[in-house]
């Protein structure tokens, strides 16, 4: 997908679409349910939270209870969701000179990995394995 013009929000979900059609169907399945959002940039409770300093170091976040807590008792307040952070996003895939699919891709999996109950340094590991 060529851009002549900054992509929009939807410009990135559906190349989160795209990505999220390539990763193998159990996977897929264990999702049903998770939305995945975009927003042009995290919002200042958020980061306070996070204890981060800069909201252009913030690509993504998920939001909700990972399935290695979840029980069948609980009944959870908001439904999980992947936030997707379009400015950060744009500004390392100029910087980066990245493919956007590809970043977007790499975000999008990172989120996942959370959702799954892997930790940061889990998903790096996965990540240096590819």
Do not use: C
Request: negative net charge; hydrophobic residues 40%.
């Amino acid at each position: 997908m060529r851009f002549t013009t900054p992509p929009s929000a939807e410009d990135l979900i559906e190349l989160a679409e795209d990505a999220l059609a390539a990763i193998p169907k159990p996977l897929r399945d264990l999702l049903q349910g998770v939305a995945i959002l975009v927003d042009d940039i995290a919002e200042e409770e958020i980061l306070r939270e996070l204890g981060i300093e800069n909201p252009y170091e913030l690509t993504g976040l998920y939001l909700g209870v990972p399935l290695t807590e979840k029980t069948s008792a609980a009944t959870p307040a908001e439904p999980d969701r992947i936030l997707l952070f379009r400015e950060p996003i744009l500004l390392e895939w100029v910087e980066s000179g990245e493919d956007l699919f590809r970043l977007v891709r790499n975000v999008l999996i990172h989120e996942i990995g959370h959702h799954f109950g892997f930790s940061d340094e889990d998903i790096e590991r996965l990540e240096e394995g590819e």
